[in-house]
């Protein structure tokens, strides 16, 4: 069973950096899609929005328009962790951070931005950005 273990959430002011680490454990999956995705307070599951993607296969990567610029997703080549780096935080970062894998059927070689596609799931950790 995969299991997704994130970490590195914490408090910061604006303009200030974090980095997000998402431990994966039990995949053994190639050609799927892994992403962060964020859950603003007091928003609703279904108003979780994409932050960033990345394919297992060739590392390509998508942002969401926000943060485009300021934050940048990797993986390491084992595909055992999933990484965020974010920049110039702003406060309306704020939000819980979530990883997910898109298990991709054989046919779909792009990675899908809506979240209802992702079908494992971490906990979250929480982001905190002060003016």
């Known amino acids: 069973e995969t299991q997704l273990v994130e970490s590195g959430g914490g408090s910061v002011q604006a303009g200030g950096s974090l980095r997000l680490s998402c431990e994966i454990s039990?995949?053994?999956?190639?050609?799927?899609?892994m992403g962060w995705f964020r859950q603003a307070p007091g928003k609703s599951v279904k108003d979780r929005e994409l932050?960033?993607?990345?394919?297992?296969?060739?590392?390509?990567?998508a942002y969401a328009d926000s943060v485009k610029g300021r934050f940048t997703i990797s993986k390491d080549n084992a595909n055992k962790a999933l990484y965020l780096s974010m920049d110039a935080l702003k406060p309306e970062d704020t939000a819980s951070y979530y990883c997910?894998?898109?298990?991709?059927?054989?046919?779909?070689?792009?990675?899908?931005?809506?979240?209802?596609?992702?079908?494992?799931w971490g906990r979250g950790t929480q982001v905190a950005v002060s003016p």
């Open positions: 932050v960033a993607l990345i394919y297992s296969d060739d590392g390509g990567t």
């Open positions: 997910a894998i898109d298990t991709l059927p054989p046919f779909v070689t792009t990675c899908r931005r809506d979240f209802r596609q992702y079908n494992i």
């Open positions: 039990g995949y053994t999956r190639t050609h799927d899609c």
